[in-house]
C-alpha cells in the first residue's frame, strides 16, 4: 500500500518562501507523474503543479512563476518550492500521483498571514 507523508507547512507572511517536502513509499515512485494538491475549507481539493518521470512540469495558473516543483527518485521524495507567497496559497497541501488515486495523506497546513 502506498504511503505519503508530507512536511514542511508553516506560518509565513506574504512574500515569504517555504519549501515542502513529500515522501512517498510503497510504490514505483520514479515512473510515476506526482502532483501536488491544496485543499481550503469550503471548497474542492485544487491541483497546484505536477512533474511526469521525465521531469517535465506543469503548473495551475495561480502558482506559475512562483512555484517550483521537483523530485529527487533516489529518495522517493517530491518537491514544492514556494516564494512570494499571498495569503490566497493559504490551504492545506497534499501530494499524490497525478490523477490522485492513491489514498491522501494528512497533508501540511501553510498559513500565509501577517
Known amino acids: 500500500q502506498v504511503q505519503l507523508v508530507e512536511s514542511g507547512g508553516g506560518l509565513v507572511q506574504p512574500g515569504g518562501s517555504l519549501r515542502l517536502s513529500c515522501k512517498v513509499s510503497g510504490s514505483a515512485f520514479s515512473f510515476e507523474t506526482m502532483a501536488w494538491y491544496r485543499r481550503t475549507p469550503g471548497k474542492e481539493r485544487e491541483f497546484v503543479a505536477r512533474i511526469s518521470s521525465a521531469r517535465t512540469t506543469y503548473y495551475a495558473d495561480s502558482v506559475k512563476d512562483r512555484f517550483s516543483i521537483s523530485r529527487d527518485n533516489s529518495k522517493s521524495t517530491m518537491y514544492l518550492q514556494m516564494n512570494n507567497l499571498i495569503p490566497q496559497d493559504t490551504a492545506v497541501y497534499s501530494c499524490?500521483?497525478?490523477?490522485?488515486?492513491?489514498?491522501w495523506g494528512q497533508g501540511t497546513q501553510v498559513t500565509v498571514s501577517s
Open positions: 499524490n500521483n497525478f490523477g490522485g488515486s492513491w489514498s
